[in-house]
């Protein structure tokens, strides 16, 4: 059973970046980062799939932030340029063994239990 663990959330300022890392035991196929604001429903940042050759971001944080993963370390990470302070939030890794699913929350089988990253305008 994979199991994910997140790090790297904090407190940053506008303008700052942070760049999360999501480390998972076992073998995973496409991963990707939902997030949460507090009194707002979780929704899509960014997915990747298996094979590096499909990702996805949701259109706020196109230009913003990009996904990557490091196969050898089976980590997967979120950097994120240019915060703002509506990216405040609960940032959930999340994977998936087989099929791509890209922004499909239900797709995903397997959920991180999440990193707070803050920040202040």
């Known amino acids: ?59 706020s944080v196109k230009g913003r932030f990009t996904i990557s993963r490091d196969k050898a370390k089976n980590t997967v990470y979120l950097q994120m340029n240019s915060l703002k302070y509506e990216d405040t939030a609960v940032y959930y890794c999340v994977a998936k063994t087989g099929g791509y699913v890209g922004s499909l929350r239900d797709g995903y089988d397997r959920w991180g239990r999440g990193t707070q990253v803050t920040v202040s305008s």
């Not at 496409?30 to 094979?51: L, N, P, T, Y």
């Open 1 to 59: 059973q994979v199991q994910l663990v997140e790090s790297g959330g904090g407190l940053v300022q506008a303008g700052g970046s942070l760049r999360l890392s999501c480390a998972a035991s076992g073998l995973s196929g496409s991963m990707g980062w939902f997030r949460q604001a507090q009194g707002k429903e979780r929704e899509f940042v960014a997915a990747i799939s298996r094979s590096d050759d499909n990702t996805d971001y949701a259109n």
